[in-house]
Structure formats: C-alpha cells, structure tokens
C-alpha cells in the first residue's frame, strides 16, 4: 500500500487529531468522526436525524449559507451516520483547509436545528425510509442484523421509522449533539498536501469552542444468537437472501484471515469461488458478494445473492457448500498465495482512494488511538496459513439464511 505519513496531535481539550500528508495533493479532506451512532441512541433514527439536520443553521450561518460555504470554491460537504460513528467531512480544492475547518467546527459546536428546518427535513428522510423500503436487496441486510443481534442496539435499523421521526425536536437535537459531540468522544482529521503543524494549529483554533466531558455510551456485546432459517414474504420477482453468522470485532485476532476468506468467496474479482459458482458456471444470479460489518466488539459475515424463486434453494446449497469445501481445505498453499497476492493488490488500488482512507484512519484513532502500520497489515496477510484460512471457515459452516421473497 502506498506509503504517506500519518501524524497524531492531541489539543487540550482532548480532542484528537490525525493528518495525513500527501504530497502534491491537489485535494483535501477535512471532517470530524464522532463516537456515536444509532447503536447509543434512545430514540430510533435520532443518530441519522440529527446528522442530516446539522447543516439546517448554526448561531451564526443559515442553511443557505451553510451549503454554498463549500460549494462556491468547488468543495463538497457531506455526513453519513453508522451504527457506532457519525462523519462530518468536507472534500475541497487544496488551499480551503481554513474554510472547511471553521465551518465544520461550526456545524459540531453551534448547530441549532431550527424547527421550521427540521418540519422539512422530516420529509426528506421519511421519503429516505421509504426508499428504502422500497428496496428489498438493502432492507434485507438489517432485517437480518435484526435477527443476529436480536435483542441488541446494534439490531435496529439506522434510519429509524416515520413515527420516531415526529418525536424529534429542537430541544432533543441539540441536547444530543452537546451530550455526544464532546472533545473526548471525537477525532478531527486532515487528509492533503499542508504539513501537519500547520494543520494541528489551524484546527485547534476553529475547534477551541468545542467543550463537554466524556459521555458514559452503554454498549454491551449482543448476546450470541442460534442459527435461524427465515422466509419473509413479498411481492417481489426475485428472492433476496442473506446467508451470514457472528464474527469477532475491531480487534478480533481473525481479523486478517477474515478478511481475506471474505474477498475469496465473494469480494470483487470475477474470479471469487461464489461468483464462479453461482453465475460464471451456471448463470443463477446477476452477482453474489461477500462482506464483513465490524463493529467495535462483534461482527458479522455475510452473503448476498438475489435470483429467480426457483433458484433459491440451489444458490443457497452452493453458498454453503463452497463455505464447507474452505473448511475441509480445498485451498491448498499454492491457491492461497495466489489469493494473497490478489487481495494485496487490491488493498494498493483501495488506497488510492483518498476519501475513504483518510475515514478509515480516523476510525482507526477513534477506537484505537494510531494507525496500524501498512507495512504490519501487509505481513499479517503475507503470513496467513491454509489452516488459519480453513480454522476461520469453519466457523461460518453453520450459517444463519434469511430471505425474502414470494410464498
């Protein structure tokens, strides 16, 4: 992976900062990342709600004001709401670091939620539910996080539900963005071609007003659930299956071997053995992907696939039968290093992507205070064994299904 130095600076407030230096980088990346998603609120979608209102007025800036700060020099503003983070981030031409920096902090320390902008933004994300409703091959991931973690915050569903929406006031908004969005709880990033000093000291004063002592966040790890088997009825032409189970979190040490197991069955090389399976062999499926959600103490693995009801049965056998065949070793050492080498390029053609990198370093910060070195990601995947490869497999032969999908 393509070697930039990350640098640490913490204010005295407590705030954390991270910059990453590229040189002769013709863009920056400027955001804050907040500990806190729908997994530690009260009232479902208030996470996702306030995170769309910020931008609705500060005590100095209108919405108006607020949306055309970035835009008028080519910038972009934008925010996105996890089940454990809220980002707010600014993408700009190099050279607006200052800009960027001031209204960010202006939006995490002053924002008021007005409520005549909050009676529109309500419609917007109710539309937003609907949406989404509306699309089985999404909804279907959290109806099935729904049932893995039953019982558990990290269960529900990020976008809450048009009766929550109407709960949500000025006064709940604001309370929440000065309980949640404290110097302790946050990590303010840079990712461009400024030096770091220059950037830790810019960032420090737009960040200054920003105040509140460490929030108490009660997450407790989801119960581990029995492997379930569910059909959900719909009117749909075709079934939406998941097919997944409980992995370990952050700091898992399978992490690594997760990982790759997760790209060789279904990440995005044509050449994964569940596309090879399901579509390049018999034609069963548009795509089928693999993917991993890692929160900071649990995860989960998971399969999708959309195909013809008639179908259902057979792609659903194949997907475990292919998990199956990894944990019996059907991956001898030769095939592994090919496989390395593949998801190794991939992580270098990743990196090119500033955006989500610089988020990802943060991330890193949030939960664990520094960066793990690229060079000691790289050797963990180098070392990974057939048996590590194997050992991991065989913990998904027993795999949860949830479909939707006609009678």
Known sequence: MKKNTISYHTAPSGLRMVHLHIKGAAVGYCGAAVRVGSRDEELYGLAHFVEHTIFKGTG???????????????????????????????????????????????????????????????????DEIDSYLDTPSEAVFDDFEDLLFKGSALGHNILGSRDSLESFSSDICREYLHRWYVPANMVVFYAGNQQPEVVFARLE??????????PVADRTVPEVQA?????????THQCHTIVGARTGGFDSPERYSMALLTNILGGPGMNSLLNIALRERRGLVYSVEASTGIFSDCGEFVVYYGCDPDDNDRCRRLVIDTINSVADGSITARRLEAYKKQYLGQLVIASEN???????????????????PSDEVIASIKALTTDDIRTVAATLTSPSVLTFGPD
């Open 60 to 126: 100095k800036r209108s919405s108006w004001h607020i949306i055309n700060r970035m835009e008028t020099v080519g910038g972009e503003l934008n925010a996105y709401t996890t089940k454990e983070e809220t980002v707010v981030y600014s993408a700009f031409p190099s050279g607006n670091l200052a800009r960027a920096a001031e209204l960010i902090a202006d939006l995490v320390c002053n924002s008021q939620f007005p409520a005549r902008e909050l009676e529109k933004e309500r419609e917007v994300v109710a």
């Open 205 to 214: 004063k737009a960040f200054a007003p920003l105040s509140g002592s460490m």
């Open 227 to 235: 492997p379930f088997d569910v059909h959900k009825a719909l009117d």
């Open 354 to 372: 500033l955006e989500s990198r610089i988020i990802g370093i943060a991330r890193q910060v949030l939960y664990r205070g520094y960066v793990i």
